[in-house]
């Protein structure tokens, strides 16, 4: 494609771009169970007033734009506060990927300072925990040493032990782990990490904003938080559970000494002085005020109704899928995110049956297992969960392994002795995408 020639009219153009759509998930109607987090057209509408009145600012120079670093330092510290640091050091960032990158080369650079002896610097974290530690291993040069889990799906704590060496500088637990919805024993691998001189990051990525609710609605919820002794640094998404427009988490940090590892700083340039503290160059003002306007918004009042109503909505669906003899739910989740299998049908068969039913579920491996994250999107649907999942048991049950869509590809890969090859087939799809019309 070619930029045309001349400009085709803000009513074509729009119009294109309604039309583009009409084949994308229909996260609208609670079809889908990742991806989208959606509270409500008053929150939705709120977030687009929010993030349209700082469309265009730019958060790169916190002189020319207070207003946008206030709004920083405020959701930093409403986020601290509600993880049990009042004084809490932090940054917002573009989402949690961009969070785990900043916590991993924190504790990298603060291992340069502190145990310089460390030459090729490692981390332990559970094999359940996000990619994005891998994706940051990768980029910083950190060695990532995973550590089983047991039968509860929670990280092994024994193994963990196991993994330190002498050139281990953090350890990483998960509140929750997104496959199971599980949350790591974090008391036990922060008193770990403390013994031992060691950072520990907790992934609260996706519970960072949802955990606190649902423990204060009387859940059990083992602590997790900057009140466990050891816990060094948290990420927690703002564009997940607190419903924030997209491009928006946090990065938390114990104390402002270990938070000045994350900046960097850079003295000898034409263009000036420059600082900065995370990955990007110029950051978007758009999704700083619509997080902190969302947080206004709602307030612990929204935030406790919204987490009530998708706890209640997430133990009616477990509740459903346990009554359908085939299907299973993994472990004991901690909240609105959960896997389920079965001994007795293809899982994967079984989603495909679902896609067809018009559901959108995202697929899982060791164990195979489908997963969901509710919201209150799912909330008047759950009778039609039940019964597409009858129906769609049905449908696969007794059938031979499926020949067909996600069942055939997921059980070809998954047969692969060799991971290497799935590595390879996953970067050769990632290169075809931009061949493909869609
Ligand atoms: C979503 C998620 C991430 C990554 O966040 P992105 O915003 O997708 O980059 C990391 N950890 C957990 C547990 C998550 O659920």
Known sequence: MKIPPT??????????????????????????FSLVYYAGDDVLELLHDAFMKYFSENALNP????????????VVSMAGNLLGHADVAGSMTSGGTESILMAVKTARDWARANRPEIKAPEMVVPITVHPAFHKAAHYFGVKAVTAPIDEHFRVDVDAVRKSIS?????????????PHGVIDPIRDLASLAAERGLLCHVDACVGGFMLPWVKRLGYAVPDWDFSVPGV????????????????????????????KHQFVAYADWPGGLYGSPSMPGTRPGGPIAAAWAVLQYLGEEGYLRIAKESMTTARAVMDAIKTVPEL???????????????????????????????????????????????????????????????????????TAQAGAGSAAMYGML?????????????????????????
């Open 328 to 398: 299973r739910v993994l472990g004991e989740p901690a909240m609105t995110i959960f896997a389920f299998d079965s001994p007795s049908v293809d899982i994967y068969a079984l989603g495909d049956a679902m896609d067809r039913r018009g559901w959108f579920i995202d697929r899982q491996q060791k164990p195979p297992c489908l997963h969901m994250m509710i919201t209150p999107a799912h909330a008047r649907h759950v009778e039609a969960i039940r019964e597409d999942l009858v129906a769609s048991v049905r449908e696969v049950k007794g």
């Open 414 to 438: 998954g047969s692969l002795p060799d991971r290497s090859q799935v590595k390879d087939f996953i970067l050769e799809f990632m290169e075809s995408l931009d061949a493909k019309q869609s």
């Open 7 to 32: 400009g085709l009219g803000k009513a074509h153009v729009l119009g294109a771009l309604e039309a583009a759509r009409a084949h994308d998930a229909d996260w609208r109607k609670g079809r889908t």
């Open 63 to 74: 002189m020319a734009f207070p207003s946008l670093r206030r709004f920083e330092s405020d």
């Open 166 to 178: 002498p050139s281990t500088i953090l350890i990483v637990g998960s509140a929750p782990a997104y």
């Open 232 to 259: 060094t640094s948290i990420s927690a998404d703002l564009h997940k559970y607190a419903f924030a427009a997209k491009g928006a988490s946090v990065v938390l940090y114990r104390s402002r000494e270990l938070r």
